[in-house]
């Protein structure tokens, strides 16, 4: 199916498993990430299948966290200001792929001319202009970067730290194995998620196929939202009901080479304690996670902002690689999956926890569903304190003079060449970026630990080791 099938199949699921189809037309509004679909708003297209005409239709641009929209609808929903609303993505990438192999273009309902009633849209830049001067735009390139810093920070081998997103992915690959709605079931080992073969071959070093998003997919998610009273009225069962508790964001927008700790992501640690001190509990009494999960450094930075046990899973659904990652609307299948999981518990109260990343690691937000209420339903974010807090250093295109390695990664190109590209800082608290071809330095790097090393920047971009 075309997306925009895609989305209104998981819409009537969500209101069949509801126990009331009817609710689709009782919705007044309808909030949406965008995606690759070229519709101008499918969301007046879903309205008028629903027969809910007059929906009000919201597309989050890319660049804004998908908590966001949660948190939006949920808050309406809390102030009176809406009773019904809709939450929906979908892709069908993998579709359009095959048709492109048979030289064909995959049919798409059109809609033009449509736009959306109102449009949210990220309030800062995700690139700084040097990373696209170099073309370091890739995700891959800019997480490989990151998961680097971390394990310098930690003193970690190169050897260790493959060991440690392998066993990771792993655990990973054995989630999805048992999780139906994931996009690949195949049980991978370690080895190979972590060797770089013919299918599986090798994008940022150390980051394989197999340990990457996987976008092209047909896959949708949707949720059903309505007050407390509404659900009443129509006689749903309240054993099944599922609450959100808080969604806390921080949107401190700041570009990867612009971060003076690399390694550290402020916005998750300050989410991550504005949510849970809003329960006062520990993420140890968090019953279930699903931990943003596009590349190793998205999860294994959170890890460390929560203070996890490394060995505790951190997914229902299998994570992006295997579970399957469409563009900007995983964490409404997430939160799928997160509804079905807390309504398996016998008894007790339980909670799960779901977090969004935007960008690279750019913005962060974190969501909390129990099968119990709050008085008080929780959306604030963190921008602020994040913003004043987090350490910024000055980028140099043109920095010469002695220098030190902060992080790196080796790109590798179908055709086989391979680029080094390496994060400089100098002692005034400067910093540059290169790009260097070099294939002698690629598998030196691959195989020597360049982070911390010292060298040169000479006039005309010359390096010069030491």
């Given at each position: 199916?075309?997306?925009?099938?895609?989305?209104?199949?998981?819409?009537?699921?969500?209101?069949?498993?509801?126990?009331?189809?009817?609710?689709?037309?009782?919705?007044?509004?309808?909030?949406?990430?965008?995606?690759?679909?070229?519709?101008?708003?499918?969301?007046?297209?879903?309205?008028?299948?629903?027969?809910?005409?007059?929906?009000?239709?919201?597309?989050?641009?890319?660049?804004?966290?998908?908590?966001?929209?949660?948190?939006?609808?949920?808050?309406?929903?809390?102030?009176?200001?809406?009773?019904?609303?809709?939450?929906?993505?979908?892709?069908?990438?993998?579709?359009?792929?095959?048709?492109?192999?048979?030289?064909?273009?995959?049919?798409?309902?059109?809609?033009?001319?449509?736009?959306?009633?109102?449009?949210?849209?990220?309030?800062?830049?995700?690139?700084?202009?040097?990373?696209?001067?170099?073309?370091?735009?890739?995700?891959?390139?800019?997480?490989?970067?990151?998961?680097?810093?971390?394990?310098?920070?930690?003193?970690?081998?190169?050897?260790?730290?493959?060991?440690?997103?392998?066993?990771?992915?792993?655990?990973?690959?054995?989630?999805?194995?048992?999780?139906?709605?994931?996009?690949?079931?195949?049980?991978?080992?370690?080895?190979?998620?972590?060797?770089?073969?013919?299918?599986?071959?090798?994008?940022?070093?150390?980051?394989?196929?197999?340990?990457?998003?996987?976008?092209?997919?047909?896959?949708?998610?949707?949720?059903?939202?309505?007050?407390?009273?509404?659900?009443?009225?129509?006689?749903?069962?309240?054993?099944?009901?599922?609450?959100?508790?808080?969604?806390?964001?921080?949107?401190?927008?700041?570009?990867?080479?612009?971060?003076?700790?690399?390694?550290?992501?402020?916005?998750?640690?300050?989410?991550?304690?504005?949510?849970?001190?809003?329960?006062?509990?520990?993420?140890?009494?968090?019953?279930?996670?699903?931990?943003?999960?596009?590349?190793?450094?998205?999860?294994?930075?959170?890890?460390?902002?929560?203070?996890?046990?490394?060995?505790?899973?951190?997914?229902?659904?299998?994570?992006?690689?295997?579970?399957?990652?469409?563009?900007?609307?995983?964490?409404?299948?997430?939160?799928?999956?997160?509804?079905?999981?807390?309504?398996?518990?016998?008894?007790?109260?339980?909670?799960?926890?779901?977090?969004?990343?935007?960008?690279?690691?750019?913005?962060?937000?974190?969501?909390?569903?129990?099968?119990?209420?709050?008085?008080?339903?929780?959306?604030?974010?963190?921008?602020?304190?994040?913003?004043?807090?987090?350490?910024?250093?000055?980028?140099?295109?043109?920095?010469?003079?002695?220098?030190?390695?902060?992080?790196?990664?080796?790109?590798?190109?179908?055709?086989?060449?391979?680029?080094?590209?390496?994060?400089?800082?100098?002692?005034?608290?400067?910093r540059t970026l290169r790009v260097v071809d070099d294939k002698e330095l690629a598998l030196e790097a691959m195989a020597l630990d360049l982070c911390g090393r010292e060298l040169t920047l000479e006039s005309g971009g010359r390096l010069r080791w030491s």
């Amino acid at each position: 199916m075309e997306p925009l099938n895609l989305m209104a199949s998981a819409l009537e699921r969500a209101a069949r498993d509801a126990g009331e189809p009817g609710l689709l037309a009782a919705a007044d509004t309808v909030w949406m990430p965008r995606g690759f679909w070229p519709y101008s708003s499918p969301g007046q297209l879903l309205g008028e299948r629903f027969g809910a005409p007059k929906i009000r239709h919201i597309v989050s641009e890319i660049g804004v966290l998908q908590t966001t929209l949660l948190g939006h609808a949920a808050a309406a929903i809390a102030s009176g200001k809406s009773d019904v609303a809709l939450i929906v993505g979908g892709e069908a990438r993998d579709r359009e792929v095959a048709f492109q192999k048979q030289g064909d273009t995959a049919p798409i309902t059109e809609q033009v001319d449509c736009p959306p009633d109102e449009t949210l849209r990220p309030q800062a830049e995700l690139i700084h202009p040097i990373e696209i001067e170099l073309g370091l735009v890739a995700p891959t390139t800019q997480f490989a970067l990151l998961d680097h810093a971390l394990r310098a920070s930690e003193g970690q081998s190169l050897g260790a730290h493959r060991q440690e997103i392998g066993r990771l992915w792993a655990e990973f690959s054995r989630v999805a194995v048992d999780n139906p709605d994931a996009w690949d079931r195949r049980p991978l080992s370690l080895e190979e998620i972590i060797s770089p073969n013919k299918t599986n071959r090798m994008l940022s070093f150390p980051y394989t196929k197999s340990l990457v998003s996987q976008w092209t997919v047909n896959q949708a998610g949707g949720l059903i939202l309505c007050s407390y009273a509404r659900a009443l009225r129509l006689g749903l069962d309240k054993a099944r009901f599922i609450y959100p508790l808080a969604v806390v964001d921080s949107e401190a927008m700041l570009p990867m080479s612009e971060r003076r700790e690399l390694h550290i992501s402020l916005g998750f640690e300050y989410a991550f304690e504005r949510a849970l001190s809003y329960l006062d509990r520990g993420v140890g009494q968090i019953d279930e996670l699903e931990l943003y999960s596009c590349f190793p450094a998205a999860i294994r930075v959170q890890q460390r902002a929560l203070n996890l046990d490394l060995a505790r899973v951190v997914t229902q659904t299998g994570g992006m690689t295997f579970a399957g990652g469409p563009l900007n609307n995983f964490v409404i299948q997430s939160w799928v999956k997160m509804v079905e999981r807390l309504r398996e518990g016998t008894s007790g109260s339980r909670i799960g926890m779901v977090t969004a990343v935007s960008g690279f690691m750019t913005k962060q937000g974190v969501s909390l569903l129990a099968t119990d209420p709050v008085e008080d339903f929780l959306f604030d974010n963190v921008t602020d304190r994040v913003r004043r807090d987090q350490g910024k250093i000055t980028v140099d295109p043109d920095l010469e003079g002695t220098v030190r390695v902060a992080s790196y990664t080796v790109d590798h190109e179908r055709d086989g060449s391979m680029r080094v590209v390496l994060i400089l800082d100098s002692e005034g608290e400067r910093r540059t970026l290169r790009v260097v071809d070099d294939k002698e330095l690629a598998l030196e790097a691959m195989a020597l630990d360049l982070c911390g090393r010292e060298l040169t920047l000479e006039s005309g971009g010359r390096l010069r080791w030491s």
